[in-house]
């Protein structure tokens, strides 16, 4: 009779290695009890259509919401006896991962039982003992290939599973409710992994950092300040630095149209520099004393490139160990990660004494009261993290666009800040910069049905979500109407299931900048220019700290 105890009992109630979550259970007493006490699940499906005595719905961590038809009668009718873990019939639950139980009678209204299943049986891929599922992952193309061997593993395993990569355990989610949940979880002070190169090399050379690297009360202190000057109130200031640091790039452009515009992954680094360093300045400043601080700009972008390929290359080998042992990838990653810190830090110098007016970044954070060295830290920060993740999703959209001309006509007719926008979105839900995110929560909680406890990694993959079929009609098309108001598919589970910025308190601070930036050089570019791809074969996505092309896109600007 653990059914009826199940009743009577509260909810969260254990039995064995179950927990049921209840509501609505006053209204079931008498009618529910005969079915509640039968549920051995699998057994439901099969004899619904007889026995049930009104619709029922179940939902489990690895198939679609079910509704199992209503047969029309009221009487209550025993199955048989609930399967439960730690009873004498104890498979039928984790075999078919239910996590909800739901049902509905004519009368009464609707209720529902939540099982909520071990952190144990959260499903995991089979591996070798030791190297865990390591081995697969080499086999699909090793790290450079992960968020494909992670989509893979999904299909696989559903929408929850747990999987070793290298030497860390993590549980994988791609279910954009349960995403959100992780989210609405976090706590006060968000907790995310941070490359462990870097955090090395901070701790050898005793280097603070910015927002990304600060935790606890310290971050969400300047986190808050940050906020109100990056993301809320008006923000058209960021708008007209980005128009600045457009002009520059358009003109770029222009003295090149109709060649190869070489060298593009390079220029668009130098492009997202610039951009950084118009909002640190202000446009006015910016735009006077443009050519005082190219030189420098120059040099900053190439090291922040820099450091973003050699911290690449020691993706593969764990960074303690590559210090101690000093291999000629760490000295590399180290040399290079100093000269990009000085660079910053001489460069902020030379901002500081050319901005004219009372407006730009600077200004502000001094008026918000954050004392200097605090600002040198966030700054330098911001001027060598912006540029990897705009100037590669700048490079996704033109290449998207130069595969498909008939695109690019039909956005030309409806350039409005709209469109610009889905085409973003589009792109960045297609190419995700960061395809996982990462969140380390103060307390367990439940996720897809199973219970994970506190401290889990828990990663959510927002690739695998963004190109869901059950949200994304074709989902591998670049289809920026998509994302319109009135499109039909455009529903909220939508927006949920392409988070290439991340969501809470701390999801990207620089997403006004981002989207200012890309919106307004693409309507430039797409209003003067057809972009022309010139070769035309697919390029396959690899995963380098942010998903990049597997190698260079080449194109043409061609002044229409
Ligand atoms: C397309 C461009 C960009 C994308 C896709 C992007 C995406 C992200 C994501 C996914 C996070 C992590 C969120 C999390 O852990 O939940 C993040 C954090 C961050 N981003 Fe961006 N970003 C972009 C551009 C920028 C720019 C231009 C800036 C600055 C100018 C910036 C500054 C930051 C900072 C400082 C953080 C750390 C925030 C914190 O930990 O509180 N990002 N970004």
Redesign the pocket.
């Known amino acids: 009779m653990i059914g009826k105890r199940v009743l009577a009992g509260t909810s969260g109630a254990k039995f064995g290695n179950l927990r049921f979550a209840t509501s609505g259970l006053p209204n079931f007493r008498t009618t529910t009890v005969a079915a509640i006490e039968t549920p051995c699940l699998p057994n439901i499906r099969a004899t619904s259509e007889s026995c049930l005595p009104n619709s029922w719905t179940t939902r489990s961590a690895h198939s679609e919401p079910a509704c199992l038809p209503c047969v029309g009668t009221t009487t209550p009718v025993t199955l048989g006896t609930i399967c439960l873990p730690g009873t004498s019939e104890t498979s039928c639950l984790p075999s078919i991962g239910a996590t909800t139980l739901s049902w509905r009678t004519s009368r009464r209204g609707f209720a529902s039982y939540s099982a909520v299943l071990d952190y144990g049986e959260v499903p995991t891929p089979k591996g070798l003992p030791v190297i865990g599922t390591t081995l697969s992952l080499i086999l699909a193309g090793g790290p450079k290939k992960l968020h494909k061997y992670i989509d893979r593993r999904h299909t696989e395993l559903g929408s929850i599973f747990k999987d070793n990569v290298g030497p860390v355990t993590a549980v994988f989610v791609s279910e954009p409710e349960e995403m959100r949940k992780v989210f609405a979880n976090e706590g006060k002070y968000?907790v995310?992994i941070k490359p462990e190169a870097w955090l090395v090399y901070n701790k050898k050379h005793d280097c603070t950092r910015?927002?990304?690297f600060?935790d606890g009360e310290d971050?969400l202190t300047y986190?808050r300040k940050m906020n109100r000057l990056l993301l809320k109130g008006d923000l058209t200031w960021i708008e007209e630095c980005c128009e600045a640091s457009n002009d520059v790039f358009l003109e770029q452009i222009a003295r090149t149209s109709g060649q190869e515009f070489g060298d593009l992954e390079r220029r668009l680094y130098k492009w997202?520099t610039d951009?950084?360093l118009a909002?640190l300045m202000g446009a006015e400043s910016y735009r006077t004393n443009y050519k005082k601080i190219e030189n420098l700009a120059t040099i900053l972008a190439d090291d922040v490139k820099q450091v973003f390929e050699t911290t690449c290359k020691l993706q593969l080998i764990p960074a303690t160990l590559a210090e101690k042992s000093n291999i000629s990838r760490w000295k590399t990653f180290e040399r290079t990660v100093t000269r990009a810190l000085n660079t910053a830090n001489q460069t902020l110098d030379f901002l500081d004494k050319y901005v004219e007016k009372d407006e730009g970044l600077l200004v502000k954070m001094r008026e918000e009261g954050i004392e200097d060295d605090k600002m040198r830290t966030i700054v330098v920060?911001?001027m060598l993290?912006?540029g990897d993740?705009?100037s590669n999703?700048m490079v996704w959209a033109l290449y998207l666009l130069g595969r498909n001309t008939e695109m690019q006509d039909s956005l030309r007719k409806d350039l409005g800040d709209s469109m610009l926008r889905n085409t973003v979105k589009e792109t960045?839900r297609l190419y995700?910069?960061?395809p996982f995110?990462?969140?380390v929560l103060p307390d367990a909680i439940a996720v897809g049905g199973y219970q994970i406890p506190r401290h889990t990694l828990i990663v959510m993959s927002i690739y695998t979500s963004g190109r869901d079929k059950r949200f994304f009609t074709d989902p591998e098309e670049f289809m920026p109407a998509r994302w319109c108001r009135d499109y039909s598919a455009a529903t909220p589970l939508q927006q949920n299931a392409s988070l290439?910025?991340?969501?809470?308190a701390?999801?990207?601070?620089?997403?006004k900048?981002?989207e200012a930036?890309?919106q307004g050089a693409l309507g430039r570019i797409l209003r003067e220019y057809k972009i022309q791809l010139c070769d035309e074969k697919q390029i396959e996505d690899v995963l380098e700290m942010i998903t990049k092309p597997e190698r260079p896109v080449k194109l043409t600007f061609n002044k229409i």
């Open positions: 968000p995310h910015g927002l990304f600060m971050w986190r997202s951009t950084v909002v920060d911001l993290g912006a993740t705009t999703t960045l995700p910069a960061a995110l990462t969140r290439p910025f991340g969501i809470g701390r999801s990207c601070v620089g997403r900048i981002a930036q890309l």
